[in-house]
């Protein structure tokens, strides 16, 4: 069955970076494109940006545009979150999803705070 | 970017009991290859969400047969035949036609 794992998350300062992984298995990592999509503390879904099943194709959300960045390595079935100048309203919960039969991680939280 | 408008923002329901919840979309999300990318997430308290519908209709593998999923171009709706108790949760729309991907709002549904 497919599983995502999500990690790296944690207590940041404004402005500082984070990296969050996903790690999958149960199915063709490498054939399948995969989102990131967050939730701030009681709020609904936010989607974030998708990178393709080869890496060769990225789409942002304006909110994050310039800011975060999405990369994968399909040898080692994972898929990262590059998260830099980090603001008090990316405070959320971060979930990668795979493409097509949206399946979700538990999510990793992310508290960007003084 | 498309909006996705979701009605009520809350809905209490008797157990046993239809609920229908509204998705309506700024623009039409008829793709150019013809299909409409119109999902329904369900997330339950402290879960993660889970797609019940994909393409305005299509339920997913082990969704109840209560979920039902219709509409076209903008206008979209859910709808749960007898409402259970494992039902209670959010309910988002998000539309796949067009980048960004974009959700609605969310629908709580909760038990009278």
């Known amino acids: 069955q497919v599983q995502l794992v999500e990690s790296g998350g944690g207590v940041v300062q404004p402005g500082k970076s984070l990296r969050l992984s996903c790690g999958a298995s149960?199915?063709?990592?490498?054939?399948?494109?995969m989102h990131w999509v967050r939730q701030a503390p009681g709020k609904g879904l936010e989607w974030l940006g998708v990178?393709?099943?080869?890496?060769?194709?990225?789409i942002f959300a304006d909110s994050v545009k310039g800011r975060f960045n999405v990369s994968r390595d399909n040898s080692k079935n994972t898929v990262i979150l590059q998260m830099d100048s980090l603001r008090a309203e990316d405070t959320a919960m971060y979930y990668c999803?795979?493409?097509?039969?949206?399946?979700w991680g538990q999510g990793t939280l992310v508290v960007v705070s003084p | 970017d498309v909006v996705m408008t979701q009605s009520p923002l809350s809905l209490p329901v008797t157990l046993g009991q239809p609920a229908s919840i509204s998705c309506r979309s700024s623009?039409?999300?008829?793709?150019?290859?013809?299909?409409?990318?119109l999902n329904w997430f369900q997330q339950r308290p402290g879960q993660s969400p889970r797609r019940l519908i994909y393409?305005?209709?299509n339920r997913d593998s082990g969704v109840p047969e209560r979920f039902s999923g219709s509409g076209s171009g903008t206008d979209f709706t859910l709808k749960i035949s007898r409402v259970e108790a494992e039902d209670v949760g959010v309910y988002y729309c998000?539309?796949?036609?067009?980048?960004?991907?974009?959700f609605g709002g969310g629908t709580k549904v909760e038990i009278k």
């Open positions: 999803v795979k493409d097509q039969t949206w399946n």
């Open positions: 149960g199915f063709t990592f490498s054939s399948y494109g």
């Open positions: 990178i393709s099943y080869d890496g060769s194709k990225k």
């Open positions: 623009e039409s999300l008829v793709s150019s290859d013809g299909s409409t990318y």
């Open positions: 393409k305005i209709s």
């Open positions: 998000m539309q796949g036609s067009q980048w960004p991907l974009t």
